[in-house]
């Protein structure tokens, strides 16, 4: 069993910062990679951004030069800095994990329970 619990959510304001962390615990073998997603009120969930356990990254275009992703590989954990916040980017915020539980497992993926990001204008 793996469980992903996230934290840092809130209400902000426009121009306003948050960090987002989320923690993996459980059965871990290996992380290949851990990202966060969002979903806004009658929206799909969308990609925000991802990390790989190298430290590769990518990010949505809405995003890029405001959201940072980085990993701390020993804590098993994923943050996400949010600068300079609009109100578009207020949404459920959802933790991915890509996690291997042994070492003859299949890699499977892994969801938190999502925190909510409220940005007012």
């Known amino acids: 069993q793996v469980q992903l619990v996230e934290s840092g959510g809130g209400l902000v304001q426009a121009g306003g910062s948050l960090r987002l962390s989320c923690a993996a615990s459980?059965?871990?073998?290996?992380?290949?990679?851990m990202g966060w997603y969002r979903q806004a009120p009658g929206k799909q969930r969308e990609l925000v951004a991802h990390?790989?356990?190298?430290?590769?990254?990518n990010y949505a275009d809405s995003v890029k030069g405001r959201f940072t992703i980085s990993m701390d590989n020993a804590k098993n954990t994923v943050y996400l800095q949010m600068n300079s916040l609009k109100p578009e980017d207020t949404a459920v915020y959802y933790c991915?994990?890509?996690?291997?539980?042994?070492?003859?497992?299949?890699?499977?993926?892994?969801w938190g329970q999502g925190t909510q990001v409220t940005v007012s204008s």
């Open positions: 991915n994990a890509r996690i291997r539980g042994r070492s003859w497992a299949r890699v499977s993926d892994y």
């Open positions: 459980g059965s871990i073998f290996s992380i290949n990679a």
């Open positions: 990390s790989t356990s190298g430290g590769s990254a």
